[in-house]
């Protein structure tokens, strides 16, 4: 009896050392590490973190080039919640004919959030770019779920389309180039004055005769004021 039981006990042991080897080989064998990115890329979507290089500049740059008809592509989006004719009823949104300078919230007949009630002022070009670019940002606690339009060009697009549509704002200037370093310093060093080095002491001439002689003339000498006073150093140094 007892030889079977060791027998039997004999024979668990073996087969939970086995067990445990193979396991530790499988986990070898099979081991991976963490991805450094996780998931799969989908086409058309951006990645968080890429695309960052270049600041995006303000809207009055995009505005230039915006087109209405673009525009009005891109508006229909927007259609899901918002009529934009004249005189339309109010949807899931405002209506939105003649928004553009109009008060922020200030559309008739419409309960607005309070987020956005608190924001005050009016749908200025700069305003309707940040609160299409993303609603929640602009004003945190809105009812509105859009998400939100990350293409500079399709908000200049549609800006123009809606001030298209019941609404005159003119168009902002282009904003100005920014200025080149290099030539900015060029332009600084054209400014200083010919043959006189930085922080150069300009004497008269009493002071200039008092200078011991060979210290007038040359690359390195003090600047002398008066042409009589440079004549007399001159004739020193001779």
């Not at 922020?104 to 200025?124: D, N, R």
């Not at 290099?182 to 060093?189: D, L, N, S, T, Y």
Request: charged fraction near 20%; include cysteine; proline fraction near 6%.
């Amino acid at each position: 009896m007892n030889d079977r039981f060791n027998t039997i006990a004999g024979w668990a042991l073996a087969a939970g050392i086995v067990a445990l080897g193979a396991s530790i080989v499988t986990g070898e064998v099979f081991h991976s590490e963490r991805p450094e990115t996780m998931g799969y890329p989908i086409e058309g979507v951006e990645v968080e973190g890429e695309g960052g290089g270049a600041a995006e500049q303000p809207i009055a740059a995009y505005l230039q080039a915006a087109n209405a008809q673009q525009g009005e592509q891109v508006f229909k989006k927007c259609a899901a919640c918002h009529t934009i004719n004249a005189g339309g009823a109010n949807g899931l949104g405002p209506n939105l004919h003649g928004v553009m300078g109009r008060a922020i919230a200030g559309a008739p007949g419409f309960a607005f959030s309070e987020a956005l009630k608190g924001k005050g002022g009016t749908w200025t070009w700069d305003a309707m770019s940040e609160w299409l670019k993303s609603p929640k940002k602009f004003a945190d606690g809105t009812k509105m779920t859009f998400a939100g339009l990350s293409k500079p060009e399709d908000r200049a697009n549609i800006l123009v389309y809606l001030n298209s549509q019941g609404s005159n704002l003119p168009l902002p200037p282009a904003p100005a180039a920014a200025a080149d370093p290099a030539q900015a310093a060029a332009e600084g060093a054209d400014q200083q004055v010919p043959g006189k080095a930085e922080d150069e002491p300009v004497l008269n001439e009493a002071q200039a005769a008092q200078q011991p002689e060979g210290r007038v003339g040359g690359e390195a000498a003090t600047t002398v004021a008066g042409r009589e006073g440079q004549a007399k150093g001159k004739s020193k140094s001779e």
